[in-house]
C-alpha cells in the first residue's frame, strides 16, 4: 500500500514570503500529525488533526498553521518567513493516535 | 522542559556486540512508549513500541524494556549490524492527550 506521501521533497524560499506543504496520510489513517526537525533537534510537535478538527498544538507561533480535508490529506503553511524556519517537516499519519505513527519522507525546507 | 531526553548524542558498537540505546522522560503521564529509526533523508520507521503495563517487549533482535519507577526505558539491538546505523528517536504517549513527544535522537554506527 501507498506509504505517507509529502510534497514537495525541497523547496528553497526567500524571508517574508510563504510557504505552503502537503501530506497525504496513508488510506484510512484519520489522524495526521506535522513535525518540525532542525539539525541537532528532535522532533518538535507542530500540530495534530483528526478528522479534520486540530486536536493537538505545538508551542510554535501563529505564522504556523494547517488543515485536514476531508480525505484526510492535510497542509500545513508558514507565513512571513523566517531563516530559523530552515528545517526538516515531517507529517506522520496513524490509525489512531496512539499506535505508531508513519512517516513521510519530509520536506526540506531552506529560507534564504 | 524537556519532557523526553536522551541524553547520549552518539553511540559506536562493533559489529555482532549489543547496542543499549536509553531514554529518560519526566512525565507520569506517558502510558506508551515508542521506538523510531531514522536514515538520512527518510522520515522515522516505527522500530518497537511498549505499553506501561508491560516492562518488556521483543521483536527478533530488538527489545525495548521499561522501568516506570526510574522512568527510564532503553532498546537493546543484538547482535547489531552495520545496517542498524541509523538515528533512533524515543516518543513517548499520553494516549489522552493524542501527540507523541519526541526525544533529540541518538545515533547509533555500528562498525564491521
Known amino acids: 500500500k501507498a506509504g505517507v506521501t509529502q510534497t514537495p521533497r525541497y523547496l528553497i524560499k526567500t524571508r517574508g514570503q510563504q510557504v505552503t506543504l502537503s501530506c497525504s496520510p496513508i488510506s484510512g489513517h484519520r489522524s495526521v500529525s506535522w513535525y518540525q526537525q532542525t539539525p541537532g533537534q528532535g522532533l518538535q510537535f507542530l500540530f495534530e488533526y483528526f478528522s479534520e478538527t486540530q486536536r493537538n498544538k505545538g508551542n510554535f507561533p501563529g505564522r504556523f498553521s494547517g488543515r485536514q480535508f476531508s480525505n484526510s490529506r492535510s497542509e500545513m503553511n508558514v507565513s512571513t518567513l523566517e531563516l530559523g524556519d530552515s528545517a526538516l517537516y515531517l507529517c506522520a499519519s496513524s490509525l489512531i493516535t496512539d499506535y505508531g505513527y508513519t512517516f513521510g519522507s519530509g520536506t526540506r525546507l531552506t529560507v534564504v | 522542559d524537556q519532557q523526553v531526553k536522551q541524553n547520549s548524542p552518539s553511540l559506536s558498537v562493533q559489529e555482532g556486540r549489543i547496542s543499549i540505546l536509553n531514554c529518560d522522560y519526566t512525565?507520569?503521564?506517558?502510558?506508551?512508549f515508542l521506538w523510531y529509526k531514522k536514515y538520512p533523508a527518510e522520515g522515522p520507521t516505527f522500530l518497537i513500541s511498549?505499553?506501561?503495563?508491560?516492562d518488556k517487549n521483543e521483536d527478533g533482535r530488538f527489545t525495548v524494556f521499561l522501568n516506570k519507577s526510574a522512568k527510564h526505558l532503553s532498546l537493546h539491538i543484538v547482535p547489531s549490524q552495520p545496517g542498524d546505523s541509523a538515528v533512533y528517536f524515543c516518543a513517548a504517549n499520553n494516549t489522552n492527550a493524542g501527540k507523541s513527544t519526541f526525544g533529540d535522537g541518538t545515533t547509533l554506527t555500528v562498525k564491521p
Open positions: 511498549i505499553s506501561s503495563i508491560k
Open positions: 512525565n507520569s503521564m506517558f502510558d506508551y
